[in-house]
């Protein structure tokens, strides 16, 4: 057989083989990256005082995709603690620095004192880089459930983007858009709410004093006929307690004056008086009302009447 012919019989294979070998470098080398980005991010929350921690790392899916596998994965602070049965991190082998995770099977939050157990298969997140902010995360899920042992909880739809700031240093641009919300108390209560939008700018912990400034530069949530709007600022101290004032539009106060009546929001001594004080700032029911929503020690009021106490968020 003519050299030639051999190189046309044989050649095309050899090339594909190149190829494959090629694409299997490039794969294996995307895993690598993967692995050592995992034990580099170990190492940086350690230093910062945070445990990360893990049963094993793999990759799978060559040839199609890159695909990481973190199992039993554990990230803990002193009493707060993120715990998942499985990761899986998805990546194209060329691309590296644009990652999409995912949680099989369980997950755990726990966090002042409350122990969340999660369920969300169909909740994902992106974390990218970006040539104007320096990175972008990006966080949808479809259904999910949770519960804390006393209250149950369902959502039908998450959206929420986070990013650096591109007016203000030290500070994250995030937005959400969370929707249908079911809430069932102990007592077999349910309360719904339709959608929150929110728009927010984070500062950093302030030296001054420790604690985090919020900027809602816009909030909207809308439940039984009612619809509140609000902009403000609210600060997280070390403890996570938040503080404030924001400046709100509530149509539909009757909405709200039967959510407080029906929920463990306030004493059943507190909830009567409530409700009267609602009707108070708005005689017509149904009537669009303006009046600050001020947050403090622990109560929630709205142009001067207490509508919640937060620690009974939780509460049987």
């Known amino acids: 057989m003519k050299r030639a012919n051999r190189w046309f019989l044989y050649g095309p294979y050899l090339v594909a083989a190149l190829l494959l070998l090629g694409w299997f470098l490039l794969w294996r080398a995307g895993g690598e990256a993967m692995r050592r980005g995992l034990a580099e991010f170990a190492a940086q929350q ?3 005082g ?3 921690d893990y049963a094993a ?3 799978r899916g060559f040839p199609f995709f890159l695909r990481g596998v973190v199992d039993e994965l554990s990230i803990a602070k002193g009493d707060d603690r993120f715990a998942a049965k499985r990761l899986y991190v998805d990546a194209l082998p060329y691309a590296p620095n644009r990652l999409i995770v995912s949680p099989k099977g369980a997950l755990r939050v726990a966090s002042k004192g409350q122990d969340w157990a999660i369920s969300a298969d169909a909740m994902r997140g992106s974390a990218e880089r970006d040539k104007k902010r320096g990175w972008l995360v990006k966080v949808e899920s479809g259904p999910l459930s ?3 042992g006393v209250l149950q909880l369902s959502i039908g739809k998450i959206l929420i983007n986070l990013a650096p700031s591109a007016d203000k240093n030290d500070a994250l641009d995030a937005s959400a858009r969370i929707m249908a919300v079911d809430v069932l108390s102990p007592a077999g209560e349910r309360y719904l709410f339709e959608q929150l ?3 927010a ?8 004093d420790g604690r985090r400034p ?7 949530l809308a439940f039984d006929g009612a619809i509140i709007a609000a902009t403000g600022t609210v600060f997280l101290d070390a403890a996570g307690a938040p503080s404030g004032r924001l400046e709100a ?3 539909g106060t009757a909405g709200l004056s039967r959510l407080i009546a029906r929920s463990p929001l306030l004493k059943p001594e507190e909830t009567a008086i409530a409700v009267a004080g609602l009707s108070t700032l708005s005689p017509s029911s149904g009537k669009t009302i303006s009046a600050p929503i001020d947050i403090e020690s622990g109560e929630i009021s709205i142009g001067g009447v207490k509508i919640a106490r937060l620690e009974r968020l939780v509460q049987p």
């Open 46 to 48: 350690a230093d910062a």
């Open 50 to 52: 945070v445990s990360v």
């Open 57 to 59: 790392f793999t990759t």
């Open 146 to 148: 949770a519960t804390n």
């Open 197 to 199: 939008d929110a728009a």
């Open 201 to 208: 700018l984070i500062g950093a912990v302030s030296a001054a």
């Open 214 to 220: 919020i900027d809602i530069r816009g909030a909207e």
């Open 249 to 251: 539009e509530i149509d």
